[in-house]
């Protein structure tokens, strides 16, 4: 808040291991003043049966439950990676159909994330694929500039994706050239991103920026930066990096003036 951001991305596992307990956790993110843009994530959610299924149906209303106190109207989902999980489209969209009949009554999105490294939606066309045919209106996509650099996906992939379908997307970079491996890519995007403009591809990242805002999309920016040096910098030497990715962006990618305190298209995420 301090460094001029209005809203915050919020990790689950901060709220339930806050030291003074859930509601403790809670408190202390509204009492911030910020804005909750969503809570991530849920993770292994769909294409389950039996047992594994009812015990991940009651991961996401334990989730649901967290971020509608919170005041977050969004949780992400990420593709399923586990080998238990029926990879068919059809158990795919019930599941995530499923999902959204358990969010409306608490006005929460649902946020569907492609991952390279998925069973299930290995990247944001896919991912997109399955939401077009869920056909619910609290069901939008996830996109993370990191995978799409990574994998090097055409951004004209970007023109079969409707902005209105995309509720979130996330921003970051990385240190190296190329990313060999999907295990390499897996390892990078959980313990070695860095903000936008520190990176290695600050130009493939400002296209990216620039070619979403051409396609009219206008909702919010997360910089979901994993990183396990930030974790041992203070946080205020983090966030102020975060301050200067997000100038970067909205004044020399975007090319318009940076409102101050609220910076209203890009947001920091929080915990990572």
């Not at 799409?148 to 970007?158: G, M, Q, Y």
Request: one cysteine or more; a negative charge; charged letters at 25%.
């Amino acid at each position: 808040r301090r460094a001029g951001f209005s809203q915050v991305m919020i990790s689950a596992s901060d709220v339930v291991g806050h030291p003074g307990g859930v509601a403790a956790g809670v408190r202390a993110v509204r009492d911030s003043g910020l804005a909750v843009t969503g809570l991530e994530a849920l993770r292994d959610f769909e294409g389950l049966d039996g047992r594994l299924h009812a015990y991940k149906v009651d991961v996401a209303k334990s989730m649901l439950e967290v971020c509608s106190e919170l005041g977050g109207r969004l949780l992400l989902v990420e593709a399923s990676t586990s080998i238990h999980a029926d990879a068919s489209a059809d158990a795919i969209v019930r599941d995530l159909r499923m999902l959204t009949f358990l969010a409306i009554p608490m006005g929460i999105r649902i946020a569907f994330k492609g991952v390279s490294w998925s069973r299930t939606a290995r990247d944001f066309a896919a991912a997109g694929e399955l939401v077009f045919r869920a056909n619910c209106p609290n069901l939008g996509l996830v996109i993370d500039a990191f995978d799409v650099l990574a994998a090097r996906i055409p951004l004209d992939d970007l023109d079969a994706i409707h902005p209105d379908q995309i509720f979130l997307v996330q921003l970051s970079d990385y240190m190296w050239q190329k990313i060999q491996s999907v295990e390499e890519q897996a390892a990078t995007a959980t313990h070695f991103r860095v903000f936008p403009g520190e990176g290695a591809h600050s130009d493939d990242l400002a296209t990216f920026v620039s070619k979403l805002d051409a396609i009219g999309y206008g909702g919010n920016y997360s910089f979901d930066v994993y990183n396990d040096d930030y974790q041992q910098m203070p946080p205020k030497t983090v966030v102020s990096r975060a301050r200067r990715a997000a100038e970067w962006l909205v004044e020399t990618v975007l090319r318009r003036a940076l409102p101050v305190p609220n910076m209203e298209r890009l947001r920091r995420t929080a915990g990572d």
